[in-house]
């Protein structure tokens, strides 16, 4: 039995009774554009992100601005078949992750998410089933711990984190954090994932061409 009541595999193999979501917000100024369009090499960086995780999950929503809907749907078109994929928009532009985390989460079809950035194309497995195993029945969030700080665009939300949610960004706030002491995160220390070749390039992300060209060839320093 799930943890918060549904049944479900809890950990090993097989497909998460959850979904992902893919946060697509942020234009990317280090990278000289919006992350969510970025290539590497000859495919999408979103492309690599999606390959990882739709094994995992039941399905993945991809969040983004109404500026992006259009062309991302372009870009999805001949990927569509292969995943099950929803694209959902922001309800209100430029109010960060926490918005598109709010919606997404309004509109799924279980009871957690995994958020994650776009620009996120390493995140593990066995990783994620670290974070999946580390819930309680009182959980609503289960979220990392890496050299003292909280990662919260590698972490698990339950749709109880809802409300909360809309109240931070109805008293203006953007981050994801924002509204964790009003819900009960569990954190998994450091300790848990050591035991993982590589653990920490699950939580990296391409923030600049530099990040960018270590993708493309891993032997770089």
Same mark, same amino acid.
């Given at each position: ?85 929803? %694209?959902? /928009?922001? *309800? ?5 992750? @926490?918005? +598109?985390?709010? &919606?997404?989460? #309004?509109?799924?079809? $279980? ?73 009960? %995160?569990? /954190?998994? *220390? ?5 035991? @993982?070749? +590589?653990?920490? &390039?699950?939580? #990296?992300?391409?923030? $600049? ?13």
């Amino acid at each position: 039995m799930d943890p918060k009541g549904k049944t479900g595999p809890i950990g090993g193999s097989g497909i998460l009774p959850a979904s992902a979501v893919i946060l697509g917000g942020g234009r990317g100024r280090r990278m000289g554009g919006n992350k969510l369009f970025l290539a590497a090499g000859e495919t999408l960086l979103i492309e690599r992100v999606l390959s990882r995780v739709t094994p995992w999950f039941s399905e993945v929503l991809i969040a983004v601005g109404p500026e992006d809907e259009a062309p991302l749907e372009i870009l999805l078109a001949p990927i569509r078949d292969r995943w099950p994929l929803r %694209v959902v /928009v922001d *309800e209100t532009p430029g109010r960060g992750p @926490l918005e +598109g985390l709010s &919606r997404a989460l #309004g509109c799924l079809r $279980t009871d957690w998410a995994f958020a994650i950035g776009c620009d996120m194309p390493l995140v593990q497995e066995a990783v994620l089933r670290t974070l999946w195993n580390a819930r309680t029945p009182e959980s609503d969030a289960v979220c990392a711990r890496l050299d003292g700080f909280l990662e919260p665009l590698h972490a698990l939300y339950s749709t109880s984190c809802l409300p909360a949610a809309r109240r931070a960004l109805a008293r203006g706030e953007r981050r994801l954090k924002s509204f964790y002491d009003e819900v009960n %995160v569990t /954190v998994v *220390e450091e300790e848990s994932f050591r035991f @993982l070749p +590589g653990y920490r &390039r699950s939580f #990296g992300g391409v923030n $600049t061409p530099e990040d960018l060209l270590r993708l493309l060839n891993p032997r770089l320093p």
